[in-house]
């Protein structure tokens, strides 16, 4: 399958412009996850294209360049796509019965060109459902994309990059002007719009936003220009949350050094003294926090506590450069690759051992010890060994909820003081659709 230079699907290009160009010297590999994902997603246009439910299939994608074995289609996998399904068909009836005159159709995988709309020919994607009601007298009364995640990772629906590009796209040929459906945006010519998430997975499955066509292009103005700086063949990388899925994260087998530039940046910043500023230089903070922690003021306890990924992430370099010293022969005084913690294994197979141990008067309950299931367990066993009903008399019955122990979590800060130390040197900002 190809994708778009700034497909939708990627939401790092519109923070980090050079994200583009560093995860274009890696390989297009797709994780399991996202192999089995695919295979959801499959069933998921079979079932809209078929006007079938999603337990009519046994086996689907035979072939598949993903998955030649292609993918059964178990209990768990039915079930997931039919919450979807059942949505697409509440949704349809509402519009009909809100819009009585209305042609409303669903769409299943298509193309959306948002780029297009701006004489780009690097953004676009594809959709895996759209809902259209449309206006007999022109223009739309509604539009809904439906973007469905089949994994457990939280997609937020509120000012969803991915969203936005989609729902832009498929309004081009209603909003935009001339053959080409460019500038000037006609927005009044449709109704309302909505965005949604479906991620059967998550605790709120069904997660709708709606809002103007006008407030979807304004946002989209802002992408159109996130999408100009990845142009730039020096564009910088700006670190941020987005970086976790990044294929030139070093956690990942990247390369980047931009998360751990700045945390250097920031070290140092503190580390420097400043003779305009009572406020203590990093160092001094740490030796104060070590002989009297309490005396720290708030705002230094927490510059301190900001600094530990900093220095974690140095050390975490220089312990994989240590190690690559010595695998390859050099000495590092001090240091020597041995064996970490072991821990005793059986040396046969477990018929075998099992065997053996009854032999010496061990009982059954000695050699597989016994344990109350977890809630997890039960609740997760297949519906012929205990139905929905079932499950649910157990849940409200027998299961309640025990809160994690409180622990010390990094939040937003009310200022943010790194960003205000480095206004002047940052030249990209995240961008933020707020």
Request: aromatic content about 6%; proline content about 5%.
């Amino acid at each position: 399958m190809s994708h778009a230079r700034l497909g939708p699907s990627n939401r790092r290009w519109p923070h980090c412009p050079g994200s583009v160009r560093e995860e274009a010297r890696f390989p297009d590999v797709s994780g399991e996850a996202a192999v089995d994902g695919t295979g959801s997603h499959l069933l998921l246009e079979m079932c809209l294209t078929d006007g079938a439910d999603a337990r009519q299939y046994e086996l689907i994608g035979v072939d598949h360049p993903e998955k030649p074995e292609g993918w059964l289609v178990d209990d768990a996998r039915a079930e997931r796509v039919q919450v979807c399904l059942d949505y697409v068909k509440r949704r349809v009836k509402e519009l009909k019965d809100t819009f009585p005159n209305a042609l409303v159709n669903v769409q299943a995988e298509a193309k959306a060109d948002v780029g297009g709309m701006f004489g780009r020919t690097d953004w676009w994607g594809t959709v895996d459902i759209t809902i259209t009601a449309l206006n007999p007298a022109g223009g739309l009364h509604f539009i809904e994309i439906i973007d469905y995640k089949d994994g457990r990772g939280w997609v937020d629906e509120v000012d969803n990059s991915q969203l936005l590009s989609y729902c832009a796209g498929q309004m081009r040929a209603y909003v935009g002007s001339g053959p080409e459906f460019v500038r000037p945006f006609r927005t009044d010519r449709v109704g309302g719009c909505r965005m949604t998430i479906v991620q059967p997975k998550t605790s709120k499955p069904i997660r709708p936003y709606d809002c103007s066509a006008q407030a979807v292009m304004s946002r989209v103005e802002k992408l159109v220009e996130a999408a100009r700086l990845t142009d730039d063949p020096n564009a910088p990388c700006v670190p941020g949350e987005w970086c976790l899925w990044c294929k030139a994260n070093p956690k990942r087998g990247g390369d980047c050094t931009a998360a751990l530039d700045e945390a250097i940046e920031k070290v140092n910043f503190m580390t420097t003294e400043n003779s305009d500023s009572n406020s203590l230089s990093l160092f001094e903070a740490v030796q104060k926090g070590l002989t009297d922690v309490k005396a720290l003021d708030d705002t230094t306890l927490a510059d301190v506590l900001d600094a530990e990924d900093a220095f974690l992430s140095v050390f975490d370099q220089l312990r994989k450069e240590a190690e690559e010293r010595i695998e390859s022969g050099v000495e590092i005084p001090g240091y020597a690759m041995q064996p970490g913690r072991g821990s005793r294994v059986w040396n046969e197979d477990a018929e075998t051992v099992e065997k053996k141990l009854k032999g010496k008067r061990l009982t059954k309950d000695d050699i597989y010890p016994r344990k109350l299931a977890s809630p997890a367990q039960i609740l997760g066993l297949p519906d012929d060994k205990l139905s929905k009903s079932q499950k649910q008399r157990v849940e409200e019955e027998l299961v309640s909820f025990k809160a994690g122990k409180l622990k010390l979590t990094k939040v937003a800060r009310k200022q943010q003081t790194a960003e205000q130390m480095f206004a002047d040197v940052q030249e990209v900002k995240p961008l933020s659709f707020l």
